[in-house]
């Protein structure tokens, strides 16, 4: 029998790249979105978070849902209006999931969510930060602990649910990796920030292994256990790219200047452990960053 996995942010770089790898193997996809232009690739139901209302045909026989949407961190400053944006696109979503899921009763095998490396604070410092961590006291650590509140409330219904705090996603179609790549490369700040980072086709394996093991629950750093300063970072994409490579780095202050608060997430990060997706059996493809530029040229 066809198994049935419906996204949210399906539209998004990981949610393209994950749905053409889970229709690739047998899956029935389905994409949940706010717009009525609906990719013919995938069957396309009609959500609103802000009025809380859903297409329930979208939970017909259902296996398992993949959220992934959410406003983009670093997509504009960080107004307080912004702030509460980015918070309620993530909870307020989640809610309107468990709620619909609860009121139809779909018997889902899992409910599997990203959540954020910010969940342990936009700081560098010389913790290796694993999943028993608390949550960090800043504007990043609140955003994942209230979406991961969210998130795990889908315990309290007996679905195996799973939160993937993610790193920074390395794709040649955008994210990151696009913004990095100017014509002059150079590290941010001091450059000894750490840069948890994955592949994205490491991160969509691990999506699918989190539908497929049933032994797979609660958080995990979704993260290349390759741990790399920003300067070193810089250096690799300037050496694999050939692009050249400017030994002063861009000022803190200007950036401070440039982005406000939101220059925290790009001039602090510490390093991210990842042994519990290893010991979880969880196999890269792209544990090293050379290796994994080399693949997004």
């Not at 396309?44 to 939970?59: Q, R, Y």
């Not at 696109?89 to 009121?103: G, I």
């Not at 810089?234 to 790219?241: A, N, T």
Request: proline share 2%; net charge positive; charged share 25%.
């Amino acid at each position: 029998m066809m198994r049935k996995v419906l996204i949210t942010g399906g539209s998004g770089l990981i949610g393209r790249r994950l749905s053409f790898l889970l229709k690739s193997r047998g899956y029935e996809v389905r994409i949940l979105s706010r717009s009525n232009n609906p990719n013919k690739s995938y069957k396309t139901f009609l959500w609103n978070i802000s009025e809380k209302t859903i297409n329930d045909s979208a939970f017909e026989g259902l296996n398992h849902i993949i959220h992934l949407a959410g406003a983009g961190i670093a997509d504009k400053r960080w107004s307080e209006k912004r702030k509460k944006e980015i918070i309620a696109s993530r909870v307020a979503s989640t809610n309107l999931l468990y709620n619909t899921v609860k009121r139809l009763k779909t018997p889902l095998n899992s409910f599997i969510s990203a959540s954020a490396t910010g969940y342990y604070g936009a700081i560098t410092s010389e913790t290796i930060f694993e999943e028993k961590d608390k949550p960090a006291k800043d504007f990043l650590g609140k955003v994942c602990s209230l979406w991961e509140d969210s998130i795990f409330q889908f315990n309290q219904i007996k679905i195996r649910t799973v939160a993937l705090r993610t790193g920074i996603v390395l794709s040649k179609d955008g994210g990151a990796l696009k913004k990095m790549k100017t014509p002059i490369i150079t590290s941010l700040g001091n450059g000894k920030q750490y840069m948890p980072w994955i592949h994205i086709d490491d991160l969509c394996e691990l999506y699918i292994k989190a539908i497929e093991d049933q032994e797979f629950k609660g958080a995990f750093n979704a993260v290349s256990s390759e741990h790399i300063s920003n300067l070193s970072f810089s250096k690799k994409i300037s050496k694999i790219f050939n692009y050249p490579f400017l030994a002063i780095g861009a000022p803190s202050f200007i950036l401070q200047i440039v982005f406000g608060e939101m220059s925290t997430i790009i001039l602090n990060g510490s390093r991210i452990s990842a042994n519990k997706i290893k010991q979880a059996g969880f196999i890269f493809k792209f544990e090293n960053l050379e290796k994994a530029l080399k693949n997004l040229r």
